[in-house]
Structure formats: structure tokens, C-alpha cells
């Protein structure tokens, strides 16, 4: 039995370590924060959206000029800001599923006076069948 047990939390260890996580970090000095957007991918995944609350709402000044600007070449994405969240596209219009490994999507820069951190609100990754994939979403943040 206890080998049981064992086998099972093996199982549900990988499986977690298995799936996309999108990273979200956040830097601030003063009213000015980078948020970093990172992906960890299985090679599994063709597109994801996203939408992150930022800091401050609808009055922060958001510059998403750099938004969607590392990712890899095979994908093209799109950000925008809307009600006081960034939403961000990422897709292959041939099916080509995202390189395993992280990767480095791009950075937003924030400007507002609120000491409130940036929350990942939603979060979807899909297949080349459009399925969803397990998916998890990572915010980390100076303090």
C-alpha cells in the first residue's frame, strides 16, 4: 500500500512538472514596474491568451510596445489594455506548437501610483487541435 502512495504522488509530481505555466514577474521602483511575461512550455502548445489586472486599473499608463516582442519567430501576438487588464494573443497560424523549454514573450511597462501587485486573471493554452492543455500561471514580485 505504501508503495501505493508513493507511485501516486510520483505520478501527480509529473504531471505538474509537465504542464505550461505562464511566468509573470514584477519589478517597481517609485510609480514605474516592468512586468516580465515568461512562458514554460512542453512543446505542446500552438497559442495561449492571457489577461493580467495591472496595478492602478484603468488610470495606470501602460506601454505595451515590448509586450509580445520576444517571442519566438514561428508565433505572432498581440497585446492590448482594456478595463484596466493587459490581454495578450500568441498563436502559430500554421499549428507549429511553441519550442519546449521558457521562453521569454516580452515585458509591459506600468506606470501608476498604486501599490497593488499585477494578478494573472486568465489563462489558456491550447493544442493544435484547439484542446485545452493543463496549464498553471506563476507571479512573482519584488517586495
Do not use: W
Not at 108 to 136: G, M, Y
Amino acid at each position: 500500500m505504501k508503495l501505493h502512495y508513493m507511485f501516486a504522488a510520483l505520478i501527480a509530481v509529473s504531471s505538474a512538472a509537465s504542464a505550461d505555466q505562464l511566468l509573470v514577474t514584477e519589478s517597481a521602483k517609485g510609480t514605474s514596474r516592468a512586468v516580465g511575461v515568461d512562458y514554460v512550455s512542453s512543446g505542446q502548445a500552438v497559442a495561449f491568451d492571457f489577461k493580467i489586472a495591472i496595478p492602478g486599473g484603468e488610470k495606470a499608463r501602460v506601454d505595451l510596445s515590448k509586450c509580445v516582442a520576444d517571442l519566438p519567430k514561428s508565433h505572432t501576438g498581440q497585446c492590448s489594455f482594456v478595463k484596466g487588464m493587459v490581454v495578450g494573443l500568441v498563436y502559430n497560424d500554421n499549428n507549429l506548437a511553441l519550442p519546449k523549454g521558457t521562453l521569454s514573450i516580452g515585458s509591459i511597462t506600468v506606470s501608476t501610483p498604486s501599490a497593488d501587485k499585477a494578478e494573472v486573471v486568465h489563462f489558456l493554452a491550447a493544442d493544435k487541435d484547439a484542446n485545452r492543455i493543463d496549464s498553471t500561471t506563476l507571479v512573482s514580485a519584488d517586495k
